[in-house]
């Protein structure tokens, strides 16, 4: 049996914000088609991208911190410059599959 390790990449030439890559060989990831071809986003990414996109709809309470969080990420992952709304309007169906959100009790 083979044994698979976490891999750090510490300063790999790519520009990332910590100076540090972590590869988790475990790690499932969900594929975006678009015109410039596939994008490949981690699942616990995409979590806590939606936690931070739509924190304000069941609480009623508006954080601009954590949606220009999730804003950010999602424009660097897709390379390109899109606001809060049009992100929003964009992954509602994705989020609303009730995939990437805990069950209810």
């Known amino acids: 049996m083979t044994e698979t390790k976490t891999e750090i990449l510490f300063n790999n030439g790519k520009n990332t914000d910590n100076g540090y890559v972590i ?3 475990y790690a499932t990831t969900q594929t975006f088609n678009t015109e410039n071809g596939q994008v490949k986003i981690p ?3 995409l979590i ?3 936690s931070m996109l739509y ?3 069941n609480t009623k309470r508006d954080t601009p911190f954590l949606r220009s969080g999730a ?3 999602l424009n660097q992952y897709f390379k ?3 606001n809060y709304k049009t992100w929003r309007e964009k992954l509602r169906p994705l989020k609303d599959s ?3 959100s805990k069950p209810k009790k």
Do not use: M
Request: a positive charge; aromatic letters at 20%; charged letters at 25%.
């Open 23 to 25: 590869k988790n060989p």
């Open 43 to 45: 699942v616990y990414s």
């Open 48 to 50: 806590r991208i939606f």
């Open 55 to 57: 924190v304000g709809e």
């Open 71 to 73: 804003v950010k990420a």
């Open 80 to 82: 390109c410059k899109h």
């Open 98 to 100: 009730g995939y990437y």
